[in-house]
């Protein structure tokens, strides 16, 4: 049963990605099976709360890098599923960056975000590895975008 605290950490969780939507580069590749849904946005996009009640660094030049991984429950409806990611993110001179990627769970969704240090206006390359729990398939998505400091 969750409690009020995490509740309220999660409905301001919510709020604050429903906001930075509009802003951010967000994907889905589909797998059959599964989906790897994936935003990408500027740190500077969340609010301090939601920064603080995530343990993330809110600053110009660092961006955050969200992916889920999914699959469609027996109604059809997609559901979050655990699993592990890892990655790396390249600049455009080739200089890459492994991405330390943390579980969160907040009820029932569970996502993993990374933070990672971009310069403005530099096309960032992407390459994520996803293996949902139970599965053998590594899921590989790759995408590239472009931040901008605020």
């Known amino acids: ?5 995490s509740f309220t950490s999660v409905i301001t969780l919510a709020l604050g990605l429903l906001l930075i939507t509009s802003h951010s580069q967000a994907g889905e590749k589909d797998f059959g099976k599964y989906q790897v849904n994936w935003s990408v946005y500027p740190s500077t996009f ?3 709360e939601v920064a603080k009640a995530n343990n993330l660094q809110r600053s110009k030049g660092i961006g955050v890098v969200n992916i889920a991984i ?4 027996e109604h059809g409806q997609p559901s979050p599923v655990g699993g592990q990611v890892e990655g790396q993110v390249a600049n455009d001179i080739q200089q890459i960056n492994f991405l330390a990627f943390r579980r969160i769970q907040e009820g029932d969704a569970v996502y993993f975000i990374a933070q990672y240090q971009y310069p403005s206006g530099g096309l960032m390359t992407f390459n994520i590895t996803a293996r949902p729990t139970g599965h053998q398939q590594d899921l590989k998505v790759r995408f590239a975008h472009t931040l901008f400091n605020d």
């Open 1 to 5: 049963m969750m409690n009020i605290r």
């Open 46 to 48: 969340l609010t301090p």
């Open 70 to 73: 999914m699959n469609d429950d």
